[in-house]
Each structure stands twice: as C-alpha cells, then as structure tokens.
C-alpha cells in the first residue's frame, strides 16, 4: 500500500511554479504519460489495463529556476517526481509507480553555447537529439550520437539512462562524451561540476549522475564534446563463415587500433533481416524468407476498390495467423534457425577525413579477409545507412497480432561473449523467437543486442511469458559474468538483477540516496527494488516498509 501525500489543491500549487498551462491533471495526459516504451506496459495495454500508474500530475516548467522550485516543493511535501525526457526508454524507466509529479523537461530545450575552441557543446535537457545534432550539423559539427532512437529521445535521457549510439565504436558512449553537468538535486539546489576538460582529481562529479535514471536529481544542462563534421564516410558489407570467426573480425579490427564509426555483425538469422536483398547468398530456405517478410512489414495497403480490400483483409487475416501460430511455438523456429547456414553479416564503416577513411578502409579489409571473410563491397553498408532508423519502428504489428517483441542489449569481454551468447539463447529458446547482432565494440569485449519475439492468444499469460523468457535471459547473463545493461538503462525491468550483478553496491546506492534524496522523492521503484532500498534503510516517498 501506498503512503499517501497530500494531493488536495497540488495542481493549484504547482501552477504557482510553472504558470496554470504547463500543469495538466487531464485523463488523457495521465494515459499517455503512464508508461514508457518498455514493452510489458504495451502487454498491460493489451490487456485492457491502458493507465497502470497513472502519476497525479503532469508539469512542464521552463526554467532551471521552475524546476529548483518543483524539486523543492515535492521534496518538503514528500511527492514522487519522474523526470521525463521523451519517454522512449525501453525499461519502465519513467513509469510513476507511486503516482506523483511528471517533469516533462522537453521545453527546456536550448543550444546554450558552441565552443569553437574548446570543440563542445552546451544544451539544455530536453533537447530532442535529432535537433541538437541539426544544429551542430548546421555549424559543421557533430555530436556522434545516433541512437536509433535519436528523432524521439532527449539529451537528458541519455545522459540518464547512459544511452549507445550507433557510431559508439567511433565516439564513445554518452558518457564519453559529457564534460560538465548541471544538476537540481532533490532538495532544489544546483550542483554543477567543475567547468574542465576533465575530472578533476577525487571523484567524478559526472559520472555520478550520469546513468542515475532520475533516481538522484534533475540532469538541466550539460557541457559535451563535439567533433568537426566528416568529410567523407564509407561503409562495406563481409560475410563470415560463422558468428565464430566474425566476432574474432570485430576484435581484430578494435584492437589493431582502428576506430570504425559502425562495426556490427549479424547473426545467422539476424542477417537475413537486415540485409534481405543478399538473402539468397545467405542461404535462407523459402519459408524462413517469407516469415522475415511477415515479421518486418506492416502488412497490405488498403486499396479504395472494394474487391482489393476484402483481400487486403483475408492476405492480412493469414499474415496474422501465421505469425501467431509460429511465434506461440518458438522452439520450432529456434529449431528452425540453428539449422541455417551459419553465414553472418558484418557491416562497417568509416567516417572523417577522406585519408582517415581510405587509409582506415584498405587497412580493415585486409584484415578481415585474413579472418575468412568475403567482401561484398559497399551495398550492405549503403542498405544499412538508409535504413538506420527504420527496424525500430517495425514492432507494432506484432503488438496487434497479439506478440510482443523487446531487446535486451548486455555486454561481455571477448573470452565470455560467446558463452553468453550461446547461454542466453538456450535459456531464452522455450520462450520466445531469438536473434542477435553484436555491435558497441571495445579493444576488451563487445555488446550483443538480442531480439525476442513470442505470442500467446492469452494476454495474461503472454505477461507471464514476456517474465519467464526476461528472467531465464538475465538469469544466463549474470551466470556468465556479463553486464544485464550496456546503453537501455535498468529502469524497472532490470531492477531485480542489480544485487545478482553488483552484489553489495546496494548499501552504497542507498548511502548516496539518503545523502541526496533523504525522503526518496526521486523516480521511486527504478535501478534497485524499492523493498531491497526501504530494507537499506532509505525512505521512498510514498512506500511503506513491508509492502
Ligand atoms: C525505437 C527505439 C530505439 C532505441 N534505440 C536506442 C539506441 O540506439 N541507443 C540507446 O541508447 N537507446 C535506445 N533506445 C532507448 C531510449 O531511446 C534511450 O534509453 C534514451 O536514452 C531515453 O531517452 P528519453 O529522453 O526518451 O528518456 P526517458 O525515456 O524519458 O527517460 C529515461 C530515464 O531517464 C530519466 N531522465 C530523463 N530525463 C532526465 C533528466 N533530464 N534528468 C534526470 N533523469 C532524467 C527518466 O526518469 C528515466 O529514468 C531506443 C528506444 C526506442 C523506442
């Protein structure tokens, strides 16, 4: 059971923050900011059950002054408050559990400075990434981070939730990038990290906050480094006898010292989605070609004559048909899949000067031939960048045939990658459809990004099924010593494996979270379970002890 705080007249008193039109309490606001993008929100959906944790109110200051404000009125009154980017997080990571205040950051969306010299960038939070990188671009500049997500998530919720992009080989990870941070911690007071190329000696004021999900304070503005536009980019497609000797490629190329922008292998199956015009060279047999079709379009046009219609309806009555009934028995198509070729896709790329590149290009090839790999020259590269964005947003389809499809992107050092992989398939086959590609390479190890797919004509227990498969997949990751979270964040989904991955790190989060934010108003529910942070002792507005 909820503690409750008071909610009379809340509405009332934070439009003395933020002005009466940037407070919302209507039904609809609360529907739409009641979840995120984490696919078990869209299975509640499903059910039935649109507005779960319905929070009490939506705000959307604009001013780091309102939000100084927000943080600590709710801080005084003990009112859960959710920071909120653009809500694209896969992880529950801005579901209001125990209600309370949505601070909807998006209208602080400024470009506050371009360093020339210094080569950064400063921006508010709320900046949606796609603008940001605009500007910069207009400025000839770059950030280098091209999340897939990029037109519809902010710079806060990267830095929150310690975002990947596709270039990360090349630039790092947000964290990499980030040089100074500006934060409203819980009480209303603003921190802001030395104004430095790089930490000063002692602790990493960014790095405490980069990554804490909204669970420590309010990320405002940040200082990033940027980069001079590239001249040129080139890009260049290889296959692999297996995942094998593909991922010994990716390994070779990092730690010969190159720095590719894109550096991605497919697996077997997973080359077949992402490059279906060599599909023939992959081998694949002609049902498993017709299923990646019915998995990755979003079925018939209608047409306006009325015959073409009525078979629009029956082709995409089928369509449907034929994906419930095989993603209700993975096992098959698991099955199915082991027996391919083996052959993988690699993509890679690389961007900047025209010398780095061709230099960088003519090295990396002759490498990977020197590792089996075939050339297939430039086009699987070129298919790649042209549809960069586009398979994300291929998944609601399967959302209305009654499956759900989620990610779990975890990360691995070379000698424990492909036990990981291997383990994570097997305990993951009885549940769901499983593929994977591994990119976000290092010199030490790399990330392998896994696809799921199942369906259950029972919306209850696809719940339970999306649970079973999540948990015998991160129960293999920890097993196997990898990391449950490279760049999706922890969020809810993830929260329960945090002890099994950092063992006693819980005490010391909780330390740091009675410090900050001693009445637990901060993003309740998210990195750690709140019972194992209440039995740390921290106060979590809104929970009681032994719920
Ligand atoms: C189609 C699709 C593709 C994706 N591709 C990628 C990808 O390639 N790489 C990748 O890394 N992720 C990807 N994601 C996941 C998601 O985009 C990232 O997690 C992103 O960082 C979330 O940004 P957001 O602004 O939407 O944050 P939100 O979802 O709004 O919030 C995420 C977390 O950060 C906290 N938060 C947000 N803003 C702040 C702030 N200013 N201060 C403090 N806390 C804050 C929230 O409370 C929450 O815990 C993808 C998601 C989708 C839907």
Redesign the pocket.
Known sequence: MNKPFERRGLATDLAAIVGEGNVSVRQADKIAYSR??WPKAQIWVHQGDSCRYPPDCIVWPHSVEQVQQLLSFCHERRIPI??????????G??IPIRGGVIID?KALNRVLHIDDRALTVEAE??IIGQHLEMELERRGYTLGH????IY???????????????YSSKYGK?EDMVSRLE?VLPGGQLFTTPRVPAPLGGVDWNQL?VG????L????TSVLKMHPAPIKRSFRGFTFPSVREGTEGIRTVMQAGLTPCLLRLYDPFDSLIAYQSDAAALSADQALQSLIKALTSSGPKSTPKRRATRFGDWQRALKKQAVRMILSRPSMLNMAVERLSERCLMVIGFEGTSEHVDDSDALATGLLAARGARDLGPEPGRHWYEHRYAI??KQSPLYAVGAFVDTMEVASTWDRLLPMYAAVKRAVAPYGFIMAHFSHAYTEGCSIYFTFAACDSDPQALEERYDRLWGAGLRAVVEQSGTISH???V?MSKAHFMTNEYGDGVSLFAGLKKMLDPHGIM?PG?LWPDAELIDAGVELAGATRGE
Request: charged share 5%; hydrophobic share 30%.
């Open positions: 995120d993008m959710i920071p909120y980017g653009a809500g694209s997080g896969v992880c990571g801005t950051l939070s709320g091209f999340p897939s997500s519809c998530s902010t710079l806060g919720g990267w830095l929150a939730a310690r975002s990947a992009g596709q947000i934060v906050f804490s999900e909204g669970c304070g309010v990320i405002t994300s947003y760049h999706h964040g969020g993003n998210k």
